[in-house]
């Protein structure tokens, strides 16, 4: 044992293969996850980012009035800042986090998050419709994509 615990107190790296880790198990994973391959080539609908009928259509779906089932603003705040009931949820007022592309944002509404209370959506909402909702989403920072 105590050969054991010079390796691990001497140089740790070489000590994670023996309690089953690997080195980057044990960094922090800064990147968001891959999309899935049948949401990489997913795009926002030409000029639907400024379209005023889309923006109010993703409005309405934002705030729950088009289906009471997807209520965005119940977590995500009706500014887009974090409710208490939506403690951890992104803030979309913050740019920091909402840099990821759009086919990753419609991924996430469809499929929802993993370990997260959010839930996927695209059995509540149309494509069409997940693309409305991400258009308003993105209004709520000025330098979004």
């Known amino acids: 044992?105590?050969?054991?615990i010079a390796v691990v107190i001497l140089n740790p790296s070489e000590a994670f293969p023996l309690f089953g880790f690997s080195e980057e198990e044990s960094k922090p994973k800064d990147s968001a996850p891959a999309i899935p391959p049948e949401y990489q080539d997913k795009q926002m609908p030409n000029g639907w980012k400024m379209?005023?009928?889309v923006l109010a259509a993703g409005k309405?779906?934002?705030?729950?009035?088009?289906?009471?089932?997807?209520?965005?603003a119940g977590c995500h705040g009706e500014d887009g800042t974090p409710t208490r009931k939506g403690r951890g949820a992104k803030n979309f007022t913050d740019p920091s986090e909402t840099r990821d592309s759009n086919a990753h944002w419609f991924?996430?509404?469809?499929?929802?998050?993993?370990?997260?209370?959010?839930?996927?959506h695209k059995k509540h909402l149309t494509e069409e419709?997940?693309?409305?909702?991400?258009?308003?989403?993105?209004?709520?920072?000025?330098s979004s994509k």
């Open 1 to 4: 044992t105590s050969v054991i």
């Open 60 to 72: 309405a779906i934002y705030e729950g009035k088009t289906n009471t089932k997807v209520k965005c």
């Open 129 to 142: 419709q997940r693309w409305q909702v991400i258009a308003y989403i993105r209004t709520f920072v000025k």
């Open 51 to 53: 379209d005023p009928q």
């Open 107 to 120: 991924w996430q509404i469809s499929e929802g998050k993993r370990r997260t209370k959010m839930r996927g």
